[in-house]
T-cell receptor, first 113, second 108 residues
């Protein structure tokens, strides 16, 4: 499968714990995006990378959230001191620099208890 | 600020009936508009984009800048069209702004 992959697919954690998600984009894509989706809502933009540079962060991305893309390939999204309000589906997408067509991964569903 | 509005949470139609999923947007410049679809237990996937002016799976969408709309249409609904549909736009930045989605339910 050459599409966008995300790991893990599901994560259950207790409030206050740290979690880290991984996204592997389509190999030739140099843009990578993170979105969050809660029940009844469309995906909401969190942050975006072009190669290894993080070019934009949403106000939704509080200080407890950090994203990296150290070698311009895979990316990680870490949430520190999780809260129940962080429970959501976290989506990753990638695109080439020549197109605005974004291809989405299957998502990581986070449940904070 | 950019915004996408999908006024209907659920649209239920009979098989063979025409479908129109509404999408209105707010953006000060020239946006690029998309429709994404999510079938049950599948990932979000691009259905069509306004600049390509294609018909995908019988669906079409025309950008109306005067009405700031990008409604999705299909003349004859099929059972396999049942899914969640999201309208989205992107402006000068690459991020997508999505609407809240419309669930299309096609019944026999």
């Amino acid at each position: 499968d050459t599409g966008v992959s995300q790991d893990p697919r599901h994560k259950i954690t207790k409030r206050g714990q740290n979690v880290t998600f991984r996204c592997d984009p389509i190999s030739e894509h140099n843009r990578l995006y993170w979105y969050r989706q809660t029940l009844g809502q469309g995906p909401e933009f969190l942050t975006y990378f072009q190669n290894e540079a993080q070019l934009e962060k949403s106000r939704l991305l509080s200080d407890r959230f950090s994203a990296e893309r150290p070698k311009g390939s895979f990316s990680t999204l870490e949430i520190q001191r999780t809260e129940q309000g962080d429970s959501a589906m976290y989506l990753c997408a990638s695109s080439s620099w020549t197109s605005n067509e974004q291809y989405f991964g299957p998502g990581t569903r986070l449940t904070v208890t | 600020a950019q915004r996408v509005t999908q006024p209907e949470k659920l649209l239920s139609v009979f098989k063979g009936a025409p479908v129109e999923l509404k999408c209105n947007y707010s953006y000060s410049g020239s946006p690029e508009l998309f429709w994404y679809v999510q079938y049950s237990r599948q990932r979000l996937q691009l259905l069509l984009r306004h600049i390509s002016r294609e018909s995908i799976k019988g669906f079409t969408a025309d950008l109306n800048k005067g009405e700031t709309s990008f409604h999705l249409k299909k003349p004859f609904a099929q059972e396999e069209d049942s899914a969640m549909y999201y309208c989205a736009l992107t402006g000068t930045a690459s991020k997508l702004t999505f609407g809240t989605g419309t669930r299309l339910q096609v019944t026999l």
